[in-house]
Nanobody, 115 residues
Framework: QVQIVESGGGLVQPGGSLRLSCTVS????????MGWYRQAPGTQRELVAA???????LVDRSLKDRFNISRDGPENTIHLQMNDVNTEDTAIYFC?????????WGQGTQVTVSS
């Protein structure tokens, strides 16, 4: 069964850093696009950053100075490096993997920024 495994969420202080990781398991196919989305209470889910299997990246303009997305080569593993976080970054972060005929979401990992 194809599924997404997310890790790295938790509690972090304002100004700190956190690294989220996401892996697709159970598939021998390369997912052409993988990315991170987030959803805070009472808001819609929004794109944070995405990366292709060729390494092309897309990061939300308001986050690109603090967040970085990377991928382990063409493998189905990505990472989101979050730096200088603030309370507005508090949300559930979801990983998404897409390829022709498949669109898979992870269950989400909670990130809480608080002192």
């Amino acid at each position: 069964q194809v599924q997404i495994v997310e890790s790295g969420g938790g509690l972090v202080q304002p100004g700190g850093s956190l690294r989220l990781s996401c892996t697709v398991s159970g598939s021998s196919f390369i997912f052409g696009s993988m990315g991170w989305y987030r959803q805070a209470p009472g808001t819609q889910r929004e794109l944070v950053a995405a990366i292709s299997d060729k390494g092309r990246t897309l990061v939300d303009r308001s986050l690109k100075d603090r967040f970085n997305i990377s991928r382990d080569g063409p493998e189905n593993t990505i990472h989101l490096q979050m730096n200088d976080v603030n309370t507005e970054d508090t949300a559930i972060y979801f990983c998404r993997a897409q390829r022709s005929g498949e669109d898979i979401w992870g269950q989400g990992t909670q990130v809480t920024v608080s002192s």
